[in-house]
Structure formats: structure tokens, C-alpha cells
């Protein structure tokens, strides 16, 4: 197998920031206010969303709070019968189950080292889920007391799709990235989009129905960590892969500020990334209506390289 290299200047944009990182995410209903912390700041009992946020810790599952887009008044009752999604995200075993409960705390039922690795069959068996049948979700951060960036941008955003027709849109409570609002988290696969619009948004949710990733406007899969984010996708931009499953992270090493990220083709083939991590120059606003300057931190594809066979491992 030949091998090549290209420097970061034909790599297309770097990712400045963070874009959310998870393997299985674990979507709970919530009508009315969220606080910054939504899932003990919220109409939840907190009481509840400690005792989630204890049980998820170093699981590998992610826990948000999600919403119909629309006026979020105090209904000043819970609602009857809420919607519950877990989707594990990782290459090779993803999938997006959906269930309905009257009553939240059986949440609290599930196993949730299970759940990470990618094990759905406790979250169908306690909370009788299945596998999702509707279209894909498109989930648009709009927690403004998290950062009013989100709501300032993300909730037209999530208003416009719905009123277009989207039916697996959904706001959802903290994605991170709030610089990159509207920002938008697309399941089964787990890719985060920065500064969405609606026609990128439904552009990408075409492309998941097919099985295709739209690279542009993407910050990376939510199953990885900020190198291997910003690897996988410096190997689509060089290669023009764009099906969902074709890659995979499978090694990095190094640390702060540079990486060696493997990532893996399905036909086999292996690309070595080289990954530093820089500073956003000029210096930026990091958050709507916040005066300071800040130099955030971001992700720069040094180069890629595709392995001889020998070279591989």
C-alpha cells in the first residue's frame, strides 16, 4: 500500500473547541425551564438528577435533558408520559432505541456500565424500548442559562425546523461549543454541527438516512475525544470518505499539545494523524455578551498519512 502526507494547509478549517463527547447518550423529556445545570435545575426533581448524574458517572453515558421546540412557559404539571432515547454512537455498534415512561426515576433502573459499552437490552427490558422507527434526531442546544448564546441562536433554529417539517428535531440542554452556536447533535451517529442553519441541518439529515456524513460545518463524532475528532475527519476531508461507518479511531497516543491518532478504514487501509493543539488567534468573544477577550483552545491537523500495511499496529 502507498503511503502519502499532506500538511494541515489542504485540510480544510482546524477545530477550534470541543465538540460533545460520548459514546451512548441517554435523551430524557423535560417540559418547561431548564437551569444551568439542567438536570438538578430544572422542573426534575432534583433529588432525581443527582442521583442520575452519580449513577452515569465514568460510564461512558451521557445524560441531557430534551424538550419540544416551542414557548417553554411553566406547565406547572409534569407531563403525563415523557419520551426517553439511548443511542450508542461508537463505529461497528450503533443504534438509536426509543422508549415512553410515566416515571422518570425507573431511569435509575438501568444499567449504566452496560449502557456505555453499548448494551441496549437493559434499557429495553426496564424501560420496554426498542428500536427507534422515526426519522433521525437533530437535537439543537438552546440552554440560554447555560450560555444565552444557545438561546439566542439555537432556539430559532430548532423553531425553524419544526415549522419546516422536521419531525426528529428536539432542544436539548448543553452540547458544548455554545461559541459555535447554533450548534446540533445528530443521532444514531453522534456528529456535532457548528453554527447550523436549517438547510445544513436537513442536508445532513438526508445524508444519515443514506448513511453519509455531511463533513461540512461537522466537528466532529461525539464517540471520541478532541484528537480523534478532529483525525477522523481531516481523513475524510483528505480522502472524501463520506459513509458513517467507514472509519474508525482506533489508537492515540501522546498528549497535550500533540497526538498520534490510527484511524482505521473498513477495507482495511490505516492513516497515521499528527494533531496539535493551539490557540484561537485574534483573540475572540468566547460568549454572546461577554466583553473579554479570550484565546480558546483548538485543534490543528499537522498532517496525514496513509500506512504501508507493514507500518500498521
Not at 435523551?27 to 433529588?47: C, F, I, N, R, Y
Request: net charge neutral.
Amino acid at each position: 500500500m502507498s503511503t502519502c502526507a499532506t500538511d494541515s494547509r489542504n485540510l480544510g478549517e482546524p477545530m477550534p473547541g470541543t465538540a460533545a463527547t460520548a459514546s451512548t447518550w441517554l435523551l430524557l423529556e423535560q417540559a418547561g425551564p431548564w437551569g444551568a445545570k439542567a438536570l438538578t435545575s430544572s422542573h426534575l426533581d432534583p433529588v432525581l438528577g443527582r442521583a442520575l448524574e452519580a449513577a452515569a458517572q465514568d460510564t461512558g453515558v451521557r445524560i441531557a435533558l430534551i424538550r419540544r421546540p416551542g414557548r417553554h412557559a411553566d406547565p406547572g404539571m409534569p407531563p403525563p408520559v415523557r419520551q426517553v432515547y439511548a443511542a450508542h454512537t461508537a463505529p461497528g455498534n450503533v443504534w438509536l432505541h426509543s422508549a415512553t415512561t410515566t416515571d422518570p426515576a425507573r431511569l435509575l433502573d438501568l444499567d449504566f456500565a452496560a449502557l456505555g459499552r453499548g448494551d441496549h437490552r437493559g434499557f429495553d427490558t426496564a424501560l420496554r424500548g426498542g428500536p427507534h422507527t422515526g426519522d433521525p434526531l437533530a437535537l439543537v442546544c438552546t440552554n440560554g442559562k447555560r450560555d444565552r448564546c444557545c438561546a439566542l441562536l439555537g432556539r430559532p433554529l430548532a423553531a425553524e425546523l419544526a415549522a419546516s417539517g422536521v419531525q426528529g428535531v428536539w432542544e436539548v440542554t448543553h452540547l458544548g461549543g455554545h461559541r459555535f452556536s447554533p450548534t446540533v447533535l445528530v443521532l444514531p451517529h453522534g456528529y456535532v454541527y457548528g453554527r447550523a442553519e436549517a438547510h445544513t441541518v436537513k442536508e445532513v439529515l438526508h445524508g444519515v438516512q443514506e448513511g453519509r456524513v455531511v463533513v461540512e460545518g461537522c466537528r466532529g463524532r461525539s464517540a471520541w475525544e478532541r484528537p480523534g475528532q478532529a483525525a477522523e475527519l481531516a481523513v475524510r476531508r483528505a480522502t472524501g470518505e463520506d459513509r458513517a461507518e467507514a472509519l474508525d479511531v482506533v489508537l492515540t497516543t501522546g498528549e497535550a499539545p500533540r497526538w498520534e491518532v490510527t484511524v482505521a478504514h473498513t477495507d482495511g487501509r490505516h492513516w497515521r494523524v499528527v494533531v496539535a493543539q493551539g490557540a484561537s488567534r485574534p483573540p475572540r468573544q468566547e460568549s454572546c455578551g461577554v466583553s473579554v477577550l479570550g484565546s480558546p483552545a483548538r485543534m490543528d491537523v499537522v498532517a496525514v498519512r496513509e500506512l504501508a500495511v507493514a507500518a500498521v499496529g
